[in-house]
């Protein structure tokens, strides 16, 4: 047997509820991973159903359907002769659990239920699932009529127990239990398993990327080993974004590092590991006496598939140690924005954005942002990418051809508006505004509201015989909060008509609506708060 392996881990944007568009997803992952000449793949977490299904992780169909598309995938012969780890829901005894499913050639060798939950801040997954609380202990679980077919048994292995192959050992832990203070790798790493997987549904926040390769270089550094991290990339059904960065660590080093931010729907990573160098590193460290005393032991489940062959061992050399690469926070929130408006504007069926530009550090801020977004398109319809090419061709339909320059796509799908007031606006503003639109090539409205204001205004005279003024004119704080609101939600209603008017009055093909983005005093950070006004 070879001790040179080829390996493959990957980022997949997967939609929540979309189990065809996934699992064909997945299954142009597993090719591509074939085709680089990897001989083990791994994906994101709940990768077959998407993560961000909330509420509806608690329908049965759900699992159903989950199975049905795990079912394709093992009956498709071009996903044989590479061991998988798919992520997908599971439910075994009446109880749900998030699962990774270890198959190989249309069998299921392992369920693994994850352990530990991520239920903080944005995340619910003690409200959907149940974590497995017997470490190193599994039963049989029942499989599904249709899958018993496939098997040639009606059960399989389910709980916490590990994949050997004749060359090396492989054990899987999920997302949260890299993060928590007696994670599974340790555990795995002092009973010899070499070759860790983490999938991950991990959302975007500023830095984050820094806390997650932190933690899997101390995983590698302490205990030596093999580390292939997947994860969600792209806004999946519950508004968050995940940032994808797939990455493949060998004793600390980085030897590989997928896209933080990208419009791709399917990025495989790859990287050659040569198994003798986790060997030699264990062997070096200050590990053998606990990994010795150890009762951590898990039950390995056999099979005679080898990650690595001799023959590839001369053909093949280990990927070396490269720096990962890291954005600054400036990029990170501009290039995060950017990507989850494209992905949100693509699934949605909206004509575009549109933004209430006052000429103000918040609102300019935002335009910038959808800027951002059509830079990334561009870039992504430089390179050839097929997905983004269709969804510009779909979408910005104001002219036959595809916008070559991000100031061109910009001109078809975002538009501004600036409200003024005669006495209350400032040239200066009203001069921002344009300038900003003319720089990025919005499309853009200028025009003065004092008429709504002013019929607004004119329904407390009328019927209450009230003349109300602003403070500065000798009213009252109530009068002056008045006449304050009507401005504003003059400005807001008009920022919807005009976003439901606007395709239509450019001839836009089946009219359709935009969706607006609000701006409300957030210190120029983007509040993105998407109107579903379709």
């Not at 496939?150 to 709980?159: D, I, K, M, P, S």
């Not at 990170?332 to 000429?359: F, H, K, M, N, Q």
Request: charged letters at 25%.
């Amino acid at each position: 047997m070879g001790h040179l392996v080829t390996v493959a881990t990957c980022n997949l944007n997967q939609w929540a509820l979309d189990f065809e568009g996934n699992t064909n997803r997945i299954i142009e992952s597993i090719k591509k991973a074939k085709a680089a000449g990897a001989r083990f793949r791994v994906g994101p977490e709940l990768e077959i159903c998407g993560y961000g299904c909330l509420d509806h992780l608690l329908e049965q169909d759900l699992y159903l359907h989950c199975w049905e598309m795990l079912e394709r995938i093992l009956l498709d012969k071009d996903c044989y002769d590479i061991l998988l780890d798919i992520g997908m829901p599971v439910q075994h005894r009446n109880v749900r659990y998030n699962c990774r499913v270890i198959c190989l050639n249309g069998k299921i060798l392992l369920i693994r239920p994850k352990m530990w939950l991520a239920n903080d801040g944005n995340y619910r997954e003690m409200r959907h699932f149940t974590p497995w609380m017997r470490p190193r202990e599994h039963e049989q679980f029942h499989l599904p009529r249709r899958i018993q077919k496939l098997q040639g048994a009606t059960h399989v292995t389910f709980g916490d127990a590990v994949i050997s192959t004749p060359d090396t050992c492989i054990g899987a832990e999920t997302c949260e239990e890299l993060f928590t203070p007696d994670p599974p790798h340790n555990h795995m790493s002092l009973d010899g398993i070499e070759v860790i997987t983490n999938s991950s549904g991990s959302h975007f926040t500023l830095r984050k990327l820094d806390t997650r390769l932190q933690l899997i270089r101390e995983a590698t550094k302490k205990n030596g080993g093999v580390y292939l991290y997947a994860n969600q990339q792209g806004c999946d059904g519950d508004r968050l974004y995940y940032d994808g960065c797939a990455m493949i660590l060998v004793n600390g080093e980085v030897v590989a590092q997928g896209s933080q931010f990208s419009l791709n729907d399917v990025e495989v990573v790859t990287a050659t590991i040569d198994l003798e160098e986790v060997r030699a590193y264990r062997s070096a460290i200050s590990r053998g006496l606990q990994a010795a005393r150890s009762n951590a032991k898990y039950d390995r489940i056999q099979t005679d598939f080898e990650l690595g062959l001799e023959e590839d061992d001369l053909a093949r050399r280990p990927s070396p140690a490269i720096q990962p690469k890291y954005y600054s926070p400036e990029e990170e929130i501009a290039l995060c924005t950017g990507a989850y408006l494209w992905d949100y504007l693509r699934r949605c069926g909206a004509a575009g954005y549109l933004v209430p530009l006052s000429g103000g550090i918040d609102s300019c801020a935002t335009a910038t942002m959808v800027f951002s977004m059509c830079r990334l398109v561009i870039e992504a319809c430089q390179a050839g990418n097929e997905q983004v090419i269709a969804d510009v061709k779909r979408i910005a339909k104001y002219t036959d051809s595809i916008p070559k320059t991000p100031q061109e796509l910009c001109n078809q799908i975002f538009h501004t508006i600036y409200m003024g007031m005669s006495k209350q606006s400032s040239k200066e503003t009203r001069f921002r505004a344009r300038e900003l639109a003319s720089a990025i090539n919005s499309y853009h409205v200028n025009l003065d509201i004092d008429e709504v204001y002013h019929a607004q205004r004119n329904l407390i005279v009328n019927a209450l015989n009230f003349e109300p003024k602003f403070k500065v004119e000798g009213g009252s704080i109530a009068e002056n909060l008045t006449l304050q609101n009507i401005q504003a939600r003059s400005r807001m209603v008009t920022a919807y008509e005009f976003a439901q008017i606007l395709p239509t009055t450019r001839k836009r093909p089946g009219g359709g609506s935009l969706l607006v983005l609000g701006s409300a005093n957030v210190g120029g950070t983007i509040s993105a708060r998407l109107s579903h006004e379709i």
